[in-house]
């Protein structure tokens, strides 16, 4: 079940909007430009670019594309006015004073200021190189939290400029492959905090411990990574993995994806979760088969595996539970069901 094109449009602007919730925009953005191309009459998502749009003139096409679709679609109406009032420049009819005129009817020019010296920088963002005068705890440009903190805040922190952190890991690979570093190793692990992904961050957590011995914010960050339950998500949508992730993460779970069922049993290989999130459709092996594979296996047999299906079909429930499955949720998924599905789930195994 690839990116495909036959996704519905329900279904794609579901996940778009979860993005957009989740502060993950250029995701959302992404989603929605997908989803207007191969259904240019949408309406709804026509609105959600125009909401979510960085650039005023692309926001007013959204919404005149809307109007094409809908004249009387009233948020449209509304927002275009807006936009077009505040283009014009008569914003001043809503109170503002117009600045005094010169004799000649025109604003007289301001006194320029007097130049003054760029203060000195004293922090550069390791990401994207931005420069700061003061020391950041947020890079202002890229959004990255720079520094160690608590695994929550890393969750939480939201627009992450995405491009720019992965160009930064492309960097940070091509280094590691030829020296480690344990600056390095803790760079890449920020990194993977700051994009909900902190399963992957522990290995070079511990690697970035293993070169300097006895440092205390990378030991006690271990330690709080090492208490939060393991989920294993199994996609072949990438949208989906990211949403889980993301979802997930900001609960207080790490998680760990795969694309499809073969990378998902290597995955089991290399670490056991407390809960597998399974879905049906993938290519090569489908999650029947996964599911059955896992449930063979002493030692996997006993970790809860959870089926995701695009359909509410009962035919897929009885096939999902004759494979092993314990449960069963349909896609698109809200965030609360997703969440009580987790906690009970892995609160079982833990218990």
């Excluded at 809908?70 to 936009?83: D, G, H, I």
């Excluded at 914010?217 to 993995?241: F, H, I, P």
């Excluded at 449960?327 to 009580?340: S, V």
Aim: glycine share 6%; charged share 25%; net charge positive.
């Amino acid at each position: 079940m690839a990116e495909a094109a036959w996704v519905k449009p329900q279904v794609a602007l579901a996940e778009a909007i979860t993005a957009a919730k989740l502060g993950q925009r250029q995701l959302a953005r992404k989603l929605l430009a997908d989803l207007v191309e191969r259904d240019p009459r949408n309406e709804s998502a026509w609105l959600w670019i125009a909401a979510l749009s960085e650039d005023k003139q692309q926001a007013m096409e959204a919404l005149s594309r809307v109007l094409d679709i809908n004249p009387n679609n009233q948020q449209a109406l509304n927002a275009l006015a807006l936009a077009r009032l505040q283009e014009s420049g008569l914003r001043y009819s809503r109170g503002a004073k117009k600045p005094p005129a010169s004799g000649n009817g025109h604003a007289p020019a301001a006194a320029a200021p007097p130049p003054q010296a760029p203060a000195p920088a004293v922090w550069t963002c390791p990401v994207c190189a931005a420069s700061s005068p003061r020391a950041e705890r947020r890079c202002p440009r890229c959004g990255i939290l720079a520094m160690l903190a608590e695994p929550e805040e890393f969750a939480q922190n939201k627009g992450v400029n995405e491009d720019a952190v992965q160009q930064a890991m492309q960097k940070l690979h091509a280094r590691l492959a030829k020296q480690e570093s344990f600056a390095d190793h803790l760079l890449m692990a920020l990194c993977l905090l700051n994009l909900n992904r902190s399963a992957e961050a522990v290995p070079h957590l511990k690697k970035a411990a293993g070169l300097q011995p006895g440092h205390a914010g990378v030991e006690r960050l271990l330690g709080k990574l090492a208490q939060r339950r393991l989920v294993l998500a199994v996609d072949d949508s990438l949208t989906v993995r990211k949403i889980v992730s993301i979802t997930l993460e900001r609960l207080g779970y790490r998680v760990i994806t795969a694309a499809d069922g073969m990378q998902a049993l290597a995955r089991l290989g290399e670490e056991t979760p407390d809960l597998v999130l399974l879905d049906i459709t993938m290519p090569r092996m489908d999650g029947y088969q996964v599911c059955k594979v896992i449930k063979q296996a002493p030692a996997t047999r006993s970790i809860p595996v959870v089926m995701l299906s695009g359909k509410d079909g009962f035919f897929d429930k009885v096939k999902g539970r004759l494979a092993g499955a314990t449960d069963y949720i349909t896609k698109p998924f809200q965030e609360a069901t997703l969440a009580e599905v987790v906690e009970k789930y892995t609160a079982v195994r833990n218990a």
